[in-house]
């Protein structure tokens, strides 16, 4: 019985103690400022590309999406101060 209360007094000291050192040791983040070309496809052709630019596939074109509305059905009316907002917002 002893043995149990030493065990769970380390137990409680060892955590008492990796709260301690998360809370007060040296964990923050560090920051660096990173810098990275990205070029955007306007339709243009692109004046000069760096030398070590690396090129990706282009992602696959998205299917469009079935419109929710029955032909023949009117969307409801939004006031000016809605426009530009879902129920998620």
Do not use: C, W
């Not at 103690?17 to 007060?24: E, H, I």
């Not at 282009?58 to 029955?70: G, L």
């Amino acid at each position: 019985m002893r043995l149990l209360k030493i065990l769970v007094v380390l137990v409680v000291l060892a955590f008492v103690a990796l709260a301690g050192y998360a809370y007060l040791g040296d964990m923050g983040p560090r920051q660096q400022e990173m810098r990275k070309p990205v070029s955007l496809d306007t339709g243009t052709p692109a004046a000069a590309v760096p030398a070590n630019a690396t090129t990706t596939d282009p992602a696959p074109e998205a299917t469009p999406a079935e419109p929710d509305a029955q032909p023949g059905e009117d969307a409801p009316e939004q006031s000016d101060d809605q426009m530009g907002t879902n129920e998620l917002d």
